[in-house]
């Protein structure tokens, strides 16, 4: 397996545009995880899915943010408008069942200017 | 909160020593992780420890479990310069997912 693939790697964008972030996770893993990390707050869940299904996005920190999980291998975490404080690098990870290894993408280095 | 906390937040030592890293939770837990971070890099897991266990190995890696002090300890022997990365524990509980502590930031000098 290719482990989790993220998509795109880098992002630059200005004030208020959108944007948009692609995550495919391990094939046949059951959970799907968002992350973002920055070094004044360190690594933050935004939100996880179980079978497509998003059960906690208490960590979304406003709503700006959506995630969708429209089928088990695909899933895209949205930002619009987009501001500099969401700069950061965003993860996507998955594991097989809950409370399980997680397994982490690559991630997405997001600069908003 | 159930995030743990590692100890210290950075260390430095000598390529060959061994490196410590605990980490402090506040809740009771069903498993405890270690993950690594590269520069740049996304999270590798190293090791889970779930509740009942005391100690697990994985090659250099030894990890201990304390549920009476709720602690955790990661030891490295004999480092490497490549072994320069940040370390993580995750903690999860009853009803909860992983929640990732601040890390520590781990420099092993040629």
């Known amino acids: 397996d290719a482990g989790v693939i993220q998509s795109p790697r880098h992002e630059v964008t200005e004030m208020g545009q959108e944007v948009t972030l692609r995550c495919k996770p391990i094939s046949g893993h059951d959970y799907l995880f968002w992350y973002r990390q920055t070094m004044m707050r360190g690594l933050e869940l935004l939100i996880y899915?179980?079978?497509?299904?998003?059960?906690?996005d208490s960590g979304m920190p406003e709503d700006r943010f959506s995630a969708k999980m429209p089928n088990a291998s695909f899933s895209t975490l949205k930002i619009q408008p987009s501001e500099p404080r969401d700069s950061a690098v965003y993860f996507c990870?998955?594991?097989?069942?809950?409370?399980?290894?997680?397994?982490f993408g690559p991630g997405t280095r997001l600069l908003v200017l | 909160s159930q995030q743990g906390e590692e100890d210290p937040q950075a260390l430095s030592i000598q390529e060959g020593e061994n490196a410590t890293m605990n980490c402090s939770y506040k809740t009771s837990i069903n498993n405890l992780q270690w993950y690594r971070q590269n520069s740049g890099r996304g999270l590798v897991h190293l090791i889970l420890i779930r509740s009942n266990e005391r100690e697990k190995h994985s090659g250099r890696l030894r990890v201990t479990l304390d549920t009476s002090k709720k602690s955790s300890s990661l030891l490295i022997t004999a480092s490497r310069a490549a072994d320069t990365a940040s370390y993580f524990c995750a903690t999860d509980g009853d009803g909860q997912n992983f929640v990732f502590g601040p890390g520590t930031r781990l420099s092993v000098l040629p």
């Open positions: 990870a998955s594991s097989l069942a809950y409370q399980e290894t997680q397994y």
């Open positions: 899915f179980n079978n497509n299904v998003p059960i906690d």
